[in-house]
């Protein structure tokens, strides 16, 4: 067993309760907050009040309207839950100098060594969830897990929601395993579900105490994981804030307005002109990019991707290679969704390949770029193709975790 001390803290509802915080006449109402106004615009967050009403994350407009018509839908703001965000990390930061942002709306700590033990940690807990509502907004709440791996402590985080403080050890682990679904464990879906329960394993106490061996025939190595997960053995370390993404990516459900204005083509462009602009932030250079488009009458989305001989951080080069990838697997028929990867990123080396070398002023073009936008705003300049797109694949909050892994939308 682990003997650390790992907080998981989750904020509740939240982009939803940020909206009810910042609008106290929508406190108290069932609120869903889209990634667009637009019928078929997908739900991002429910308030409280909507998912008692049975509002779910990931329907859309028309589908929470016939559940709850009296439902208000909202438009999100990316800015204004970015510097809530901030305001509650910071506190989160006065506890450890070990801490994960694993997305926008939840992080974990590490109190090993600040705290003598589970009671302090409670005690810490308690003090996070005061603070929050009387130094960042009194409307706001959020559930906190604490647990010896940071596994169980976000499994303790979800098992008391809105507002709960759950804590999570060898004495009552297997309380908490017996009462939970396959399901309520991070990382276990409907097919994995599956897999199991034709071995004979239908909740996660029964998956404890599976025998090893058999578990690792099921699920491959990932089995080992699991075996250990369950019995407080700590599989995964806590990713500090600074370390560097592993791939950076923009994606954006397509309306149907963008294909009848043939628009496609501009709003992967300006997918691609995203990520190119935080992948020079962070001072990186991408290796490959893949592109990826879903159609209307398809249910799968297709995708194509490029590896660059020499690795490359300039939006020309970048929107050039993602425009000829599209072009391979779209000949016009409707699109529904549309995304953009650039991976196997690195630092530069100082080691350039003579062949494929990049033209200096077409880099120097693309930080001169980010530095107009940096001063006069997103819209200053933009490619020709984006110059009558209008608000089209907005600023969009990611959903996963915030570095290494997921698209930001």
């Known amino acids: ?20 915080q910042a609008n106290p006449t929508l406190r108290g109402k069932p609120i869903g907050v889209c990634a667009y106004l637009h019928p078929g615009g997908c739900l991002i967050a429910a308030s409280v009040e909507a998912k008692i009403l049975g509002v779910k994350v990931g329907m859309t407009v028309e589908e929470a ?24 990390f910071k506190i989160l930061h006065e506890l450890s100098d070990t801490i994960e942002h694993y997305s ?28 929050l509502k009387h130094e960042v907004g009194d409307w706001l709440r959020c559930s906190v897990g ?20 759950t804590m999570v050890n060898l004495l009552n682990l297997d309380q908490y395993l017996s009462f939970a679904d396959l399901e309520d464990l ?35 190595k990932n089995g080992y994981y699991w075996w250990n997960r369950l019995r407080a053995i700590e599989c995964e370390l806590l990713i500090s804030s600074d370390t560097l993404p592993k791939s ?42 893949s592109v990826a488009v879903g159609f209307r009458d398809e249910y799968e989305s297709q995708s194509e991707w490029k590896r660059f001989y020499q690795p490359t951080d300039d939006s020309f080069s970048l929107v050039r290679e993602s425009s000829a990838l599209l072009h391979r697997l779209w000949h016009s028929k409707p699109v529904r969704f549309l995304a953009v990867t650039l991976g196997k990123l690195s630092l530069p080396d100082g080691q350039m ?23 006069y705003g997103e819209h200053s300049i933009v490619f020709g193709r984006m110059f009558s797109l209008g608000d089209e694949a907005p600023d969009r909050i990611g959903f996963r975790k915030i570095v290494g892994r997921g698209y930001e939308g």
Request: glycine share 8%.
């Open 1 to 20: 067993m682990s003997d650390r001390i790992i907080l998981h803290v989750d904020m509740n509802s939240y982009f939803a309760s940020v909206e009810q």
């Open 65 to 88: 309207r016939m559940i709850c018509p009296k439902t208000i839908f909202v438009e999100n703001d990316p800015a204004k839950y970015r510097a809530v965000t901030s305001r509650f």
């Open 104 to 131: 926008i709306d939840e992080a974990f700590v590490d109190l090993t060594g600040w705290v003598r033990d589970e009671a302090e940690a409670c005690f810490l807990a308690s003090r996070i969830k005061y603070r």
């Open 146 to 165: 604490i647990a010896p791996t940071r596994f169980l402590a976000k499994f303790g985080s979800d098992l008391q929601k809105p507002d709960g403080l």
């Open 186 to 220: 991070c990382g276990i879906g409907r097919k994995i579900r599956q897999r199991l329960e034709r071995v004979g394993i239908r909740t996660p106490l029964e998956l404890k105490y599976f025998p090893l061996g058999n578990l690792m025939r099921v699920l491959g």
């Open 248 to 289: 950076i990516g923009h994606s954006y459900c397509v309306p149907d307005r963008v294909n009848r204005e043939g628009n496609v083509e501009a709003v992967l462009t300006k997918l691609v002109e995203k990520a190119g602009r935080r992948l020079r932030a962070y001072g990186l250079f991408a290796e490959s990019l």
């Open 353 to 375: 390949k003579f062949e494929g070398l990049p033209d200096p002023g077409i880099l120097r073009v693309s930080k001169s770029v980010d530095a107009i936008r940096d001063r």
